[in-house]
């Protein structure tokens, strides 16, 4: 394959160009198993590559399949993060803005833990499909404010101590989250020996959600700004964000 910039040779389709420093990948689909994962390499939107080009299939640049065999007992940890490392090579490679992953969970926290770009999940039984579409419909602005920038309100104390501000964090970190306004926190709910937990409500008209904390017998509500616009939108980063959540063992 030739960098769609420049038309340098380019060792594996969707690389990063060394020549013009441009990437020829923006998007990612890791369809990750226990033993193998496939790594598809998707192109730009069609009218920022060719304004003619209208097929989603003519996004996709092509796959890479990575396999392990997976290792029981003290071995285990070592394969999986080895595994990672592979998945994780080739992600780097490519410089992509951002990684759609689904299958295995213990993999992908794995390669979560590799790499240090925005991950969506997508369970579809054709991700790359789903994430053509997905793509091609969101438009949603990203925002670059560092998670710590993204907290405030009146607000400031929140349960869960540290725990509970690692989860703030966790929802303040997905680029599509403005702002998240910590609320009043409620003692009189009822007792739980779960430890904390967080989860995201459905969205509001505007597409904004809320996050619910919850230690013990108490609640805190806190409100997340995001970039969604309409209900559907919102939706989205919703089960993105609980994605989230889930990966980082707060559900």
């Not at 295995?104 to 994430?131: G, L, M």
């Not at 409620?186 to 967080?198: V, W």
Request: aromatic residues 2%; glycine residues 10%.
């Amino acid at each position: 394959m030739e960098c769609r910039h420049c038309a340098s040779p380019l060792e594996k389709p969707g690389d990063f160009c060394l020549v013009c420093r441009e990437a020829n990948t923006e998007a990612i689909v890791l369809e990750a198993a226990r033993d193998r994962a496939t790594i598809t390499m998707l192109a730009g939107e069609p009218d920022e590559r060719d304004p003619d080009a209208t097929d989603p299939e003519e996004l996709v640049l092509g796959e890479t399949t990575i396999t392990t065999t997976p290792e029981d007992g003290e071995n285990e940890p070592i394969e999986l993060r080895n595994f990672a490392g592979l998945i994780g090579d080739e992600i780097r490679r490519k410089r992509p803005e951002e990684v759609y992953a689904g299958g295995s969970r213990a993999v992908i926290r794995a390669v979560r833990e590799d790499v240090h770009h925005p991950f969506y999940r997508v369970d579809d039984d054709d991700p790359v499909q789903a994430v053509l579409e997905r793509r091609g419909n969101r438009a949603l602005d990203v925002v670059e404010t560092p998670p710590a920038e993204k907290i405030g309100g009146s607000h400031s104390t929140l349960i869960g101590g540290r725990t509970g501000m690692s989860a703030i964090q966790t929802v303040a970190g997905h680029p599509h989250v403005k702002k998240v306004i910590p609320g009043p926190i409620d003692a009189g709910g009822k007792g739980s020996q779960s430890g904390m937990r967080a989860k995201v409500t459905r969205a509001d008209d505007g597409g904004n959600v809320r996050m619910l904390l919850r230690d013990g017998s108490s609640v805190q509500e806190n409100r997340v700004v995001t970039t969604a616009r309409d209900r559907e939108m919102g939706e989205r980063i919703r089960e993105d964000l609980n994605d989230v959540l889930s990966d980082a063992e707060f559900q």
